[in-house]
């Protein structure tokens, strides 16, 4: 499954849009791009899937770039509760999810 | 709620302790997880069952034995713990093979002392 990279933090004020960029330059043309979140001391939450069209979801929207090497998640209007770890996770079937580090975004008030 | 429950929430096991950790789902899905995930970590994927079938083993120590009695149950026995097994144990259940979205149960926290 191919790597990703992300920030490993970031910063928004609440009402403003999130934008969380991820990297996955190695990507292989059957790997999905998974986005979950962990809140402190939970279980990972799905948040959107996509291939290779932009999604959109009551949670979120996933922009892919047309060459598949990277993907941004938006959060369209950020809340004190969206305050997570982000994960990106570049991935041919679910049962190989993989997390690394994540990016931890923090809505300030 | 996800529809994946996790017990007990908390557990305190001395280091000759046998215990065990329960997972269920009721979503009708026939993948099962365990992950572990220590302090500032990612998580670690530990094992993977698919149709009651353990498919993977990520070289995880004797000292933890998965078992899967059915599709809706899946349980990490624990024996003779170290104190850095301290940490979440999450499983997660996904409808099967494929391009599926995970659901997470609320974890276990564990401490070994």
């Known amino acids: 499954d191919a790597k990703t990279t992300q920030p490993p933090s970031m910063d928004c004020a609440e009402g403003r849009a999130a934008n969380l960029p991820c990297n996955h330059s190695t990507i292989s043309g059957n790997e999905y791009v998974y986005w979950y979140r962990q809140i402190h001391s939970q279980g990972p939450q799905y948040i959107i899937h996509g291939l290779k069209n932009n999604e959109t979801n009551e949670m979120a929207s996933l922009i892919i770039t047309e060459d598949r090497k990277s993907s941004t998640l938006i959060l369209p209007h950020a809340t004190l509760r969206d305050t997570a770890v982000y994960y990106c996770?570049?991935?041919?079937?679910?049962?190989?999810?993989?997390f690394g580090q994540g990016t931890r975004l923090t809505i300030n008030p | 709620e996800t529809g994946v429950t996790q017990t007990p929430r908390h557990l305190v096991m001395g280091m000759t302790n046998k215990k065990s950790l329960k997972c269920e789902q009721h979503l009708g899905h026939n993948a099962m997880y365990w992950y572990k995930q220590s302090a500032k970590k990612p998580l670690e994927l530990m094992f993977v069952?698919?149709?009651?079938?353990?498919?993977e083993n990520n070289s995880v120590p004797s000292r933890f034995s998965p078992e899967c009695p059915n599709s809706s149950h899946l349980f990490l026995h624990l024996h003779t713990l170290q104190p850095e097994d301290s940490a979440l144990y999450l499983c997660a259940s996904t409808r099967g093979q494929g391009n599926t979205e995970a659901f997470f149960g609320q974890g276990t926290r564990l401490t070994v002392v």
């Open positions: 069952y698919s149709l009651e079938e353990r498919v």
């Open positions: 996770i570049a991935v041919q079937g679910a049962q190989k999810l993989v």
